[in-house]
């Protein structure tokens, strides 16, 4: 009895503490992450990817709460930032308490936020590059590096033939040109590979 009463109380802490330390996802979390990135892409293997790109950069676990110096907090797996709480609580017609409750604790839905957030900037008319930066920062220059960052972990998940099968509602040249041209710009990508 006094063990489960201690497991209990150590479980608690650990959702309960601040999230301002990295904590690593366990591999059961992981798992379970895995299932939701599959479900939020809903058969479309581009967006799978795309998805876990933005998850890999992220590195966000369930229960996370990262304070960042704007004040605000990015919550959960795919680190949604608090600025869109209010957005998604309009649109889902929920108060922002559940929503940020849900971002921090329910995989599947931070993973349809992610999603939703970045297929918002897709339908817009964003290209997909951009709309990849955007969900990260407005600010160009971080946009850059992430979009780096991004295209760094899709290729050490996916390998290179992540861009060359990527198809976005038409925009599949896009995306190959926008991948060389980072290769282009970036040392660590092989030269002879086309």
């Given at each position: 009895?006094?063990?489960?009463?201690?497991?209990?109380?150590?479980?608690?802490?650990?959702?309960?503490?601040?999230?301002?330390?990295?904590?690593?996802?366990?591999?059961?979390?992981?798992?379970?992450?895995?299932?939701?990135?599959?479900?939020?892409?809903?058969?479309?293997?581009?967006?799978?990817?795309?998805?876990?790109?933005?998850?890999?950069?992220?590195?966000?676990?369930?229960?996370?709460?990262?304070?960042?110096?704007?004040?605000?907090?990015?919550?959960?797996?795919?680190?949604?930032?608090?600025?869109?709480?209010?957005?998604?609580?309009?649109?889902?017609?929920?108060?922002?308490?559940?929503?940020?409750?849900?971002?921090?604790?329910?995989?599947?839905?931070?993973?349809?936020?992610?999603?939703?957030?970045?297929?918002?900037?897709i339908r817009a008319g964003t290209p997909y590059w951009h709309a990849v930066g955007r969900y990260h920062s407005p600010t160009k220059w971080r946009q850059k590096r992430y979009i780096s960052s991004v295209a760094l972990h899709l290729t050490r998940r996916f390998g290179y033939e992540a861009f060359s099968r990527m198809t976005v509602t038409g925009s599949e040249?896009?995306?190959?040109?926008?991948?060389?041209?980072?290769?282009?710009?970036?040392?660590?990508?092989?030269?002879?590979?086309?």
């Open positions: 009895m006094r063990f489960r009463w201690a497991a209990a109380c150590l479980i608690a802490m650990l959702y309960a503490a601040p999230s301002s330390a990295i904590r690593p996802s366990t591999i059961a979390e992981e798992r379970v992450i895995s299932w939701c990135i599959h479900r939020a892409a809903a058969g479309r293997p581009w967006l799978e990817k795309t998805l876990w790109g933005l998850r890999d950069q992220e590195g966000g676990w369930i229960g996370a709460a990262i304070r960042n110096r704007n004040g605000s907090y990015d919550l959960g797996p795919f680190q949604i930032n608090s600025w869109w709480v209010s957005k998604i609580a309009a649109r889902l017609r929920h108060d922002e308490k559940s929503v940020t409750y849900w971002l921090r604790y329910d995989p599947c839905f931070n993973a349809d936020a992610a999603r939703w957030i970045f297929l918002t900037m040249t896009l995306v190959r040109n926008s991948y060389r041209r980072s290769r282009r710009a970036s040392s660590t990508y092989p030269r002879d590979h086309q």
